[in-house]
């Protein structure tokens, strides 16, 4: 029995019995009902009662006394509702199943929604197929759709003039575009607008309201976050869960067990629509920005203890909710609000993996003008301000980004953070940096007291970090690599104290590369493992990377190729998971010198050249232009190519050099000392490695290169290297003007012994072979 067609409830018995032609009871005397009743009562039948929805009353009536009369009688009804009777047994129909979206032609046609599309489309317009060309397309319009049927078969009755491409890209207009239905198909059933219109006129006016401003969350929301933005005018608050409820039963939000609602994107198109036409659309999205930045902002101080698994899953689950409340301050020009989503949401999204959305996003709030406002509103805008420009530092130096494009946001960080005498964990980094930057800027070595202040401080989170990046600071001057260490393991023992384990990971990761650089591969490789494994439970993605190519290094070095190429298998996936340049470029130069490494020179250069088209349009830190020019040298050296390889390495010294970072002038070093015994000069190439241990603080047994040099000066030496390598006068002049002048200056007496090395006469054939 279908009831779309009526329009009152008092007609629903009596269309039911004429329906059912029951000629033998036309005489019986009663209403409609009654008469359906005795008719009924005896038999064994199955009452179909289809588009129910909008006499739900009326239907729900019906079939309660059928019911309960006619012990033989059965009832299926069909409802965008439940009828809500005792007993009564729901079977939703879902939307069919969608394809992932990067489905190729073969496994799209595998997905009941790609099928029914292509069918549709065949009998529209001859000659239609679903092949690798149209499939992503396809994939795009049924997923843009929901998987809802009738939106796919209208979608494909406009395949008879538009292309699969042409139609996928202008869905974002679906309710203009899809108006192409059957003429005897029911008035709901012609176009799409008017499937969505016929539910929306049933609902009242409460049940409106919520449904146009719940379109404004993306991600779906909780009904504490329903209450939070949508409450007001005819939605009470202590309404929103019953009018959720409804709205759920008449299949316009879907619910999944998880506490969330959320919506198909046809309806919230639709739902945002409505929301403009009612002038709630600026109202909305202040209340949407302010309940979900103040989410994070209670947050943000548990995202660095031991709760911070269970809020970083919150934070999760609002990502998207998140990610529009900036984006919408954004578009409205707010520069406050976007300014505060960023200083609360940041080091969320720092720790959860996005750094590249937030270092865009971050750039974006800060970019946009401020206005005037009361005095108590601008010191707060001040502190969130110099904590949004902290994340921005941040996420701009990042894996191998260029630390020195960040000056202008570090010193107006510094200026807000003494105004507002903000005690943020991030702001408290700003100072240091600020200092090691201008340092830097004036070609000094950095300050060794520039994180003193965060050791000292009374939050024990900040004392780690001061402790961690105290030792990497220090190791970058060349320090003690003892002292180092020492700071290492207090500060990873800080970061166990208070659970945070991102700062596990971190601490872990640089032990383990100062116990590699001292040749306890087995050891470093654990604290390598450890690390991955703490990361993990954040669900992080790119901050293990440098863990695995370092543990695929280390694993050659220490004669287990399988497991090196295990670890290096799963930096890859890991690399092209994150999609981030910088991460790729990491990956594909760790991968460059394991395939130097185990003498595939080709492959080497393939993957030297994918780094450098990954971060191509990227400010790179010279450091990481340094290791690349590096292994070019090598590999130029190992081809007889001696011209080129002393011009990569001479480019490769002056970027150490005025990097003043010890670690990679050493690593310099040892690439010259390479060139000087290829070029039969061992003498110079034994001061050049001890050079490099007098600038690097200590050896390095991390790399192979290191020990395959001094195995050849030693070869061509013989007995007189340790004598040789003693003789040293530059190392000298090194370690006494960084006693008195620091390390800065002091590489000044090694600079002239590395560019002598590299601008003596290179045989154009012949050199020796290493």
Same mark, same amino acid.
């Given at each position: 029995?279908?009831?779309?067609?009526?329009?009152?409830?008092?007609?629903?018995?009596?269309?039911?019995?004429?329906?059912?032609? @029951?000629?033998?009871?036309?005489?019986?005397?009663?209403?409609?009902?009654?008469?359906?009743?005795?008719?009924?009562?005896?038999?064994?039948?199955?009452?179909? $009662?289809?588009?129910?929805?909008?006499?739900?009353?009326?239907?729900?009536?019906?079939?309660?006394?059928?019911?309960?009369?006619?012990?033989?009688?059965?009832?299926?009804?069909?409802?965008?509702?439940?009828?809500?009777?005792?007993?009564?047994?729901?079977?939703?129909?879902?939307?069919?199943?969608?394809?992932?979206?990067?489905?190729?032609?073969?496994?799209?046609?595998?997905?009941?929604?790609?099928?029914?599309?292509?069918?549709?489309?065949?009998?529209?317009?001859?000659?239609?197929?679903?092949?690798?060309?149209?499939?992503?397309?396809?994939?795009?319009?049924?997923?843009?759709?929901?998987?809802?049927?009738?939106?796919?078969?209208?979608?494909?009755?406009?395949?008879?003039?538009?292309?699969?491409?042409? @139609?996928?890209?202008?869905?974002?207009?679906?309710?203009?575009?899809?108006?192409?239905?059957?003429?005897?198909?029911?008035?709901?059933?012609?176009?799409?607008?008017?499937?969505?219109?016929?539910?929306?006129?049933?609902?009242?006016?409460?049940?409106?309201?919520?449904? /146009?401003?719940?379109?404004?969350?993306?991600?779906?929301?909780?009904?504490?976050?329903?209450?939070?933005?949508?409450?007001?005018?005819?939605?009470?608050?202590?309404?929103?869960?019953?009018?959720?409820?409804?709205?759920?039963?008449?299949?316009?939000?879907?619910?999944?067990?998880?506490?969330?609602?959320?919506?198909?994107?046809?309806?919230?198109?639709?739902?945002?629509?409505?929301?403009?036409?009612?002038?709630?659309?600026?109202?909305?999205?202040?209340?949407?920005?302010?309940?979900?930045?103040?989410?994070?902002?209670?947050?943000?101080?548990?995202?660095?203890?031991?709760?911070?698994?269970?809020?970083?899953?919150?934070?999760?689950?609002?990502?998207?909710?998140?990610?529009?409340?900036?984006?919408?301050?954004?578009?409205?020009?707010?520069?406050?609000?976007?300014?505060?989503?960023?200083?609360?949401?940041?080091?969320?999204?720092?720790?959860?993996?996005?750094?590249?959305?937030?270092?865009?996003?971050?750039?974006?709030?800060?970019?946009?003008?401020?206005?005037?406002?009361?005095?108590?509103?601008?010191?707060?805008?001040?502190?969130?301000?110099?904590?949004?420009?902290? $994340?921005?530092?941040?996420?701009?130096?990042?894996?191998?980004?260029?630390?020195?494009?960040?000056?202008?946001?570090?010193?107006?960080?510094?200026?807000?953070?003494?105004?507002?005498?903000?005690?943020?964990?991030?702001?408290?980094?700003?100072?240091? @940096?600020?200092?090691?930057?201008?340092?830097?800027?004036?070609?000094?070595?950095?300050?060794?007291?520039?994180?003193?202040?965060?050791?000292?401080?009374?939050?024990?989170?900040?004392?780690?970090?001061?402790?961690?990046?105290?030792?990497?600071?220090?190791?970058?001057?060349?320090?003690?690599?003892?002292?180092?260490?020492?700071?290492?393991?207090?500060?990873?023992?800080?970061?166990?104290?208070?659970?945070?384990?991102?700062?596990?990971?971190?601490?872990?990761?640089?032990?383990?590369?100062?116990?590699?650089?001292?040749?306890?591969?087995?050891?470093?490789?654990?604290?390598?493992?450890?690390?991955?494994?703490?990361?993990?439970?954040?669900?992080?993605?790119?901050?293990?990377?440098?863990?695995?190519?370092?543990?695929?290094?280390?694993?050659?070095?220490?004669?287990?190729?399988?497991?090196?190429?295990?670890?290096?298998?799963?930096?890859?996936?890991?690399?092209?998971?994150?999609?981030?340049?910088?991460?790729?470029?990491?990956?594909?130069?760790?991968?460059?010198?394991?395939?130097?490494?185990?003498?595939?020179?080709?492959?080497?250069?393939?993957?030297?050249?994918?780094?450098?088209?990954?971060?191509?349009?990227?400010?790179?830190?010279?450091?990481?232009?340094?290791?690349?020019?590096?292994?070019?040298?090598?590999?130029?050296?190992?081809?007889?190519?001696?011209?080129?390889?002393?011009?990569?390495? &001479?480019?490769?010294?002056?970027?150490?050099?005025?990097?003043?970072? &010890?670690?990679?002038?050493?690593?310099?070093?040892?690439?010259?000392?390479?060139?000087?015994? /290829?070029?039969?000069?061992?003498?110079?190439?034994?001061?050049?490695?001890?050079?490099?241990?007098?600038?690097?603080?200590?050896?390095?047994?991390?790399?192979?290169?290191?020990?395959?040099?001094?195995?050849?000066?030693?070869?061509?030496?013989?007995?007189?290297?340790?004598?040789?390598?003693?003789?040293?006068?530059?190392?000298?002049?090194?370690?006494?003007?960084?006693?008195?002048?620091?390390?800065?200056?002091?590489?000044?007496?090694?600079?002239?012994?590395?560019?002598?090395?590299?601008?003596?006469?290179?045989?154009?054939?012949?050199?020796?072979?290493?």
């Amino acid at each position: 029995m279908e009831l779309a067609p009526l329009s009152a409830e008092v007609d629903v018995p009596q269309a039911v019995w004429n329906a059912l032609a @029951l000629r033998d009871q036309a005489s019986a005397t009663g209403d409609p009902l009654d008469r359906l009743a005795a008719a009924l009562r005896t038999r064994t039948a199955l009452l179909v $009662l289809d588009n129910c929805e909008h006499l739900i009353g009326a239907a729900a009536e019906l079939a309660d006394r059928l019911l309960g009369e006619c012990p033989g009688l059965g009832i299926l009804a069909t409802s965008r509702e439940p009828l809500g009777l005792t007993g009564e047994a729901l079977w939703p129909v879902r939307p069919l199943a969608l394809p992932p979206r990067d489905a190729d032609a073969e496994q799209a046609m595998s997905y009941a929604a790609v099928r029914l599309l292509n069918d549709r489309a065949a009998a529209a317009r001859s000659g239609f197929a679903v092949t690798e060309e149209t499939a992503p397309a396809v994939t795009r319009i049924c997923r843009a759709l929901d998987g809802m049927p009738l939106a796919i078969e209208l979608a494909a009755a406009r395949l008879r003039t538009m292309s699969a491409e042409q @139609l996928a890209a202008r869905l974002d207009d679906r309710f203009r575009l899809l108006t192409g239905g059957a003429r005897t198909a029911p008035r709901q059933h012609q176009t799409l607008r008017a499937v969505v219109d016929w539910s929306w006129e049933l609902l009242t006016q409460a049940e409106r309201a919520l449904l /146009r401003r719940l379109a404004a969350f993306p991600g779906g929301a909780t009904v504490e976050a329903a209450e939070g933005v949508c409450a007001g005018g005819p939605v009470e608050v202590d309404e929103v869960l019953d009018l959720i409820t409804s709205l759920a039963d008449k299949s316009l939000l879907v619910t999944a067990g998880d506490g969330r609602c959320r919506m198909l994107e046809t309806i919230r198109a639709y739902g945002l629509e409505k929301l403009a036409e009612a002038g709630e659309q600026e109202t909305v999205r202040r209340a949407h920005a302010a309940y979900f930045t103040g989410l994070a902002e209670a947050a943000d101080p548990y995202l660095r203890r031991a709760e911070q698994l269970e809020w970083l899953a919150r934070l999760t689950a609002e990502h998207d909710n998140l990610a529009a409340a900036l984006r919408g301050a954004l578009a409205a020009g707010d520069a406050r609000a976007a300014v505060r989503v960023v200083a609360a949401a940041g080091w969320y999204w720092w720790l959860s993996g996005h750094k590249a959305d937030g270092a865009e996003l971050a750039a974006q709030a800060l970019a946009l003008p401020v206005t005037g406002g009361p005095e108590g509103e601008t010191a707060a805008d001040d502190e969130s301000r110099a904590v949004a420009c902290a $994340l921005a530092v941040l996420f701009t130096t990042a894996g191998v980004g260029d630390d020195r494009q960040t000056g202008e946001l570090l010193r107006q960080g510094v200026l807000l953070a003494k105004r507002t005498g903000s005690r943020h964990p991030v702001v408290r980094f700003l100072e240091p @940096l600020d200092r090691l930057l201008r340092s830097a800027g004036r070609g000094e070595a950095p300050p060794p007291d520039a994180w003193d202040g965060l050791v000292a401080d009374e939050d024990p989170w900040v004392r780690a970090q001061g402790l961690l990046e105290g030792a990497k600071t220090l190791l970058g001057a060349g320090g003690r690599p003892a002292r180092a260490e020492a700071a290492i393991e207090a500060a990873l023992a800080a970061f166990r104290g208070v659970g945070d384990r991102w700062g596990i990971s971190f601490a872990l990761t640089l032990l383990a590369d100062l116990v590699a650089r001292r040749g306890d591969h087995e050891a470093a490789i654990g604290h390598y493992e450890e690390a991955v494994a703490v990361i993990g439970e954040l669900g992080v993605i790119e901050d293990r990377l440098y863990a695995w190519v370092r543990q695929a290094q280390l694993c050659r070095l220490a004669g287990d190729p399988e497991g090196s190429a295990a670890a290096m298998a799963r930096a890859e996936r890991d690399a092209e998971a994150a999609g981030w340049p910088e991460t790729l470029a990491m990956m594909a130069h760790g991968k460059a010198d394991l395939a130097r490494w185990g003498g595939e020179p080709a492959l080497a250069r393939a993957e030297l050249a994918r780094a450098g088209e990954a971060v191509r349009e990227v400010a790179v830190h010279p450091v990481f232009q340094v290791v690349v020019l590096d292994s070019l040298g090598y590999l130029d050296a190992a081809e007889g190519e001696l011209a080129a390889a002393g011009a990569h390495r &001479a480019e490769a010294l002056e970027l150490a050099l005025a990097s003043l970072h &010890a670690p990679t002038v050493a690593q310099v070093l040892v690439g010259i000392a390479d060139q000087a015994v /290829r070029l039969d000069r061992p003498r110079e190439a034994a001061r050049l490695l001890s050079a490099a241990l007098a600038v690097r603080g200590g050896p390095d047994h991390s790399r192979a290169d290191a020990a395959r040099v001094e195995s050849a000066v030693r070869a061509a030496l013989g007995e007189t290297y340790d004598e040789t390598y003693g003789e040293c006068e530059e190392c000298e002049e090194y370690v006494t003007g960084a006693a008195r002048d620091g390390a800065g200056a002091a590489l000044e007496s090694v600079r002239e012994l590395a560019r002598a090395t590299l601008a003596g006469p290179v045989p154009s054939a012949g050199a020796k072979p290493v």
